[in-house]
């Protein structure tokens, strides 16, 4: 592509919808997102050695699914942002192959919807730990309402796409000069879309305004009896600071695109079409470029706060006197 390229869509009630893909803004996306990645290295290379080095910040439970968003966000810096660059950069997919295209597909999809699952849970878990701690405080309860739906968040989204992509049989639509290769062949088919759409994207992403706004109606009407214990009182404020901070991150880059893809389904099919094709797209790349530096902040005291060294005071009538001659 060496200018601008026009697109057109054919809607279900056979309406076509133009946009243009531009080879410059492509270019300069591109150095942004590279700048990104590369001030997001040394910060992910900061939090994982705090989690390696300080055990009580790796094994604490609300810690967990802090450290998986960590992990996934990573994967999706250091292997799915790559081919978005590549392709950023030259405004064509290479290879030209249905496999590549697919595989990309696969990565995309896969790690954005496990990130988007792990911080619904979060949100969920935080209610559970300040107000129903003793779910979590049984074996049998940690691997029910803990362990469990971890597995699921990362086990299920890969799955599947993999189930929607490799194995559902159907024609693949991939164009070369789009980012993903345009999208893949399962979207055709209303079953896998419905389920990818509502239940993948809309129910977690809908989910974590809901619960994280639980919490801070329950926080508002139960303060003056959990300001009585003033240890759980501060851990408590803690742990809603914490996922505020995530949360804001998530919605502010999800909600745009997802929001405005509503609308283009249901009532206006070109309702802010091209801003989705020009940067919008782009708003969920930076949850994972964005997010150590987030966790930085919301764990700054565990993290960068110089720990106190335990020191031993002699009392007065341990002194002795010295004399020199």
Request: proline share 5%; glycine share 0%.
């Amino acid at each position: 592509m060496l200018a601008n390229e026009t697109f057109n869509i054919t809607t279900a009630e056979e309406t076509s919808i133009t946009y243009t893909i531009s080879f410059q803004s492509n270019r300069i996306k591109f150095w942004i997102l590279l700048f990104l990645q590369l001030l997001s290295f040394p910060c992910y290379i900061y939090v994982f050695s705090q989690f390696a080095y300080k055990k009580r910040l790796r094994q604490t439970i609300h810690t967990h699914v802090i450290l998986l968003l960590l992990i996934v966000s990573f994967l999706f810096v250091t292997i799915a942002l790559p081919i978005t660059l590549a392709y950023l950069y030259r405004s064509q997919v290479y290879p030209e192959n249905e496999t590549f295209c697919t595989l990309w597909n696969w990565f995309h999809y896969s790690f954005n919807i496990i990130n988007l699952f792990l911080m619904a849970f979060a949100s969920i878990e935080r209610n559970w730990l300040i107000f129903q701690p003793k779910l979590l405080k049984s074996k049998g309860g940690r691997f029910l309402f803990h362990y469990c739906p971890l597995v699921f968040c990362i086990v299920y989204p890969p799955i599947f796409y993999a189930s929607a992509m490799f194995i559902y049989k159907c024609d693949s639509y991939y164009d070369y000069t789009q980012l993903l290769c345009k999208w893949p062949c399962y979207f055709y088919n209303e079953q896998w879309a419905n389920i990818d759409l509502f239940f993948n994207n809309y129910t977690p992403l809908f989910s974590i305004p809901v619960f994280c706004s639980i919490i801070y109606i329950r926080m508002f009407i139960q303060r003056r009896h959990m300001q009585q214990k003033r240890f759980k009182w501060r851990r408590d404020k803690k742990l809603v600071l914490q996922i505020w901070i995530l949360s804001s991150l998530y919605l502010s880059m999800w909600m745009p695109s997802q929001i405005s893809g509503l609308i283009d389904l249901y009532w206006i099919p070109t309702f802010l079409l091209q801003a989705q094709i020009e940067f919008m797209y782009l708003f969920p790349y930076l949850i994972h470029i964005v997010y150590p530096y987030m966790v930085l902040l919301s764990f700054h005291h565990e993290m960068v706060k110089p720990s106190r060294r335990a020191t031993t005071v002699f009392p007065m009538n341990h002194l002795r006197p010295v004399f020199t001659k």
